[in-house]
């Protein structure tokens, strides 16, 4: 694997085989040997950001490239942006089919009495981000953070029936469901 500066997920033929982490310092993986001809690979890469102080103050972002153990480079690949403004055409996942490790986006619903500030939290959730009626609340990372609330704010609720989205991008085996409450949580 070449020099990684993204947070990127790799699937080899449709099985999740790592998860790279810039907070570890990893930019490569062992990989089994493959014998066939043609093996697939996917990367999921997140934009986690940039670093704006110290030594990392040159934070690049992205894949600079893909090499085998030889350092043989890997050439045509394809790219596929997803950009995550219009989640209109999604097709969530039902909440049997939740058990994977592949990214999941979750789609609910709930009720307001009166709209008020308020926090929500993604429980059984690793990583990912929230929507509430299409605004973009922010990310969560249950795994690694302190901050296990996003701020909700009162003037994007509606009295009676809102939307929920959550875009799991490692994948869960556990219930995810978001909870609500009135103040937030730090841990």
């Known amino acids: 694997m070449g020099t990684v500066l993204a947070l990127p997920i790799v699937w080899f033929d449709g099985v999740k085989t790592a998860t790279i982490e810039r907070a570890k310092q990893e930019d490569t993986f062992p990989v089994r040997t493959v014998d066939k001809e043609e093996t697939e690979i996917r990367l999921l890469v997140e934009n986690m950001g940039r670093v704006n102080y110290g030594s990392h103050i040159y934070d690049k972002k992205g894949i600079t490239g893909v090499a085998l153990v030889n350092m043989q480079h890997l050439f045509g690949w394809e790219m596929h942006c997803l950009p995550m403004d219009d989640l209109d055409k999604l097709a969530f996942t039902e909440k049997s089919t939740l058990c994977t490790d592949n990214p999941t986006f979750l789609c609910g619903e709930f009720s307001v ?65 978001a909870e609500f409450s009135d103040v937030p949580k730090l841990s």
Do not use: H, W
């Open 113 to 177: 009495g009166e709209p008020c500030d308020t926090f929500v939290e993604i429980v059984g959730g690793k990583k990912g981000f929230v929507t509430v009626n299409g605004f973009n609340l922010g990310r969560y990372f249950n795994m690694s953070t302190p901050q296990k609330t996003l701020y909700v704010p009162s003037a994007i609720l509606k009295k009676g029936v809102n939307e929920i989205v959550i875009f799991e991008s490692d994948g869960t085996n556990d219930a995810v469901y």
